[in-house]
């Protein structure tokens, strides 16, 4: 009903309207991308957000964000965005809750990433790959001696005869921030394109649509700080 009605501003102020918050859940979400046929054995996806943008509601839009930034609170539902963020920027729609939430921040715990290390800096490296390679990918980011994993450094312990301070052991939080997709990037070997380079975006700066916004709040959310 959401995706149906979003082309209305007044109908989506009476679906999401506060009466309604019996209803709403984060287990179970309204928005999403809809798969529609395009002809024999072609597809294209849309969202709420998209047929509202197409029809300039702009209400209708701030709505659906303060809903997911509430009850879809996850980097799941930073794909709505990924080909009209740059829209929302231009039609000068308020996005600072969206990037101060954990929409564009995917935030992952993998077996094969140190939980825990005697290092509590927190570093910001890039990373090229796919998000669901990353798992494989610790040593490849973090090639560092001193990022080496705890069971790592007890081998060089042992190895080298050096002991190891562990008397201060800190928890580690990852994060992959997500906003640089939204902009121009590249694929070397796209598996879609005969494993050729891609361009995707082209059209898109990204950074230069934060230069013109008048939104001066979005320079001080967790993702923007960590791209600046």
């Known amino acids: 009903m959401a995706s149906i009605l979003s082309f209305d501003s007044r109908s989506m102020a009476h679906l999401l309207d506060e009466s ?29 957000i998209d047929r509202a943008l197409r029809c300039n509601q702009v209400r209708a839009v701030s709505l659906i964000n303060t809903y997911i930034v509430q009850y879809q609170n996850s980097y799941v539902s930073s794909y709505l965005y990924m080909k009209n963020f740059h829209i929302l920027l231009e039609k000068a729609i308020s996005v600072e809750a969206l990037l101060d939430s954990d929409v564009f921040s995917f935030k992952f715990d993998f077996d094969e990433w140190p939980s825990s290390h005697t290092n509590n800096d927190t570093v910001l490296r890039p990373y090229n790959d796919s998000i669901f390679a990353i798992r494989e990918h610790y040593r490849k980011v973090f090639h560092e001696d001193e990022f080496k994993s705890m069971d790592e450094m007890k081998d060089d312990e042992g190895e080298n005869g050096g002991p190891i301070d562990t008397s201060k052991v800190y928890k580690i939080k990852y994060s992959v921030n997500i906003l640089p997709g939204i902009g121009q990037y ?15 975006n082209t059209d898109v700066s990204f950074m230069g649509l934060l230069n013109q916004t008048e939104e001066l709040a979005v320079f001080q959310t967790s993702t923007i700080q960590q791209l600046i």
Do not use: V
């Not at 984060?26 to 395009?38: H, M, Q, S, T, V």
């Not at 590249?186 to 995707?200: A, R």
């Open 20 to 48: 309604n918050q019996e209803h709403f859940s984060a287990e179970f979400p309204i928005f999403y991308r809809n798969k529609i046929l395009k002809g024999k054995d072609k597809y294209y996806y849309r969202s709420a």
């Open 186 to 200: 590249i694929i070397d070997k796209d598996p879609e394109n005969k494993n050729q380079k891609t361009f995707f």
